[in-house]
C-alpha cells in the first residue's frame, strides 16, 4: 500500500533546518560531527536540515550551545505557518541578503577566512579593500 498523502514539511521546521545548516557550514562541521556531538546519527542531522523532523525545544537547544549561537538564532525571520514572512519590526531585506550570502560557496569560504584573522586592524584593512573593490566594479559599470 502506497502513501498518497505524503505530509509535507512545516515551513518553520524547514527554515530552522536551514539555520542549522547555515550555522553548521559556517563552522565547517560535518554532520557527522555535529550528530555525534549530539549522541545521534548524521542521517537524523540531515532530517532536521531539510525539515522532515521537527527538532524538539532540548535538542535544538543543544544545537545551539554545540554551534555557539543563541536559540533565537534558529528562529529569526522565520515564516508564519502559512508561509508568510513575519519580519517584526525590521522591513528590510538585509537579513536574508546576509543569509543568503552566507549559504553560498564564496560567502562561507570568505566569512572562514576571515574569521581567522585575529588582528582587528588587519581585519579592519581586508573591509577597507572589499569598499574599494566594490566602488571601483560599481564605476565601472
Known amino acids: 500500500m502506497e502513501k498518497e498523502n505524503k505530509k509535507k514539511p512545516n515551513p ?12 553548521r557550514n559556517m563552522l565547517g562541521m560535518s554532520q557527522e560531527k555535529l550528530g555525534e ?10 532530517k532536521y536540515e531539510k525539515g522532515t523532523n521537527r527538532v524538539g525545544a532540548s535538542r535544538l537547544q543543544a544545537i545551539a550551545q554545540i554551534l555557539s549561537v543563541p536559540v533565537a538564532f534558529f528562529f529569526e525571520d522565520a515564516p ?4 508568510s514572512e513575519h519580519k ?11 543569509v543568503d550570502f552566507l549559504s553560498s560557496a564564496e560567502g562561507l569560504q570568505l566569512n572562514r577566512a576571515f574569521a581567522r584573522i585575529s588582528n582587528p586592524k588587519v ?3 581586508v573591509i577597507e579593500l572589499a569598499k574599494v573593490l566594490a566602488d571601483d566594479e560599481e564605476q565601472q559599470s
Open 80 to 83: 508564519g505557518a502559512d508561509g
Open 123 to 125: 581585519r579592519r584593512k
Open 37 to 46: 556531538s549530539l549522541g545521534i546519527t548524521f542521517q537524523q542531522i540531515q
Open 12 to 23: 518553520t521546521d524547514v527554515y530552522v533546518g536551514g539555520r542549522i545548516r547555515l550555522r
Open 88 to 98: 517584526g519590526l525590521s522591513e528590510d531585506s538585509s537579513t536574508s541578503f546576509v
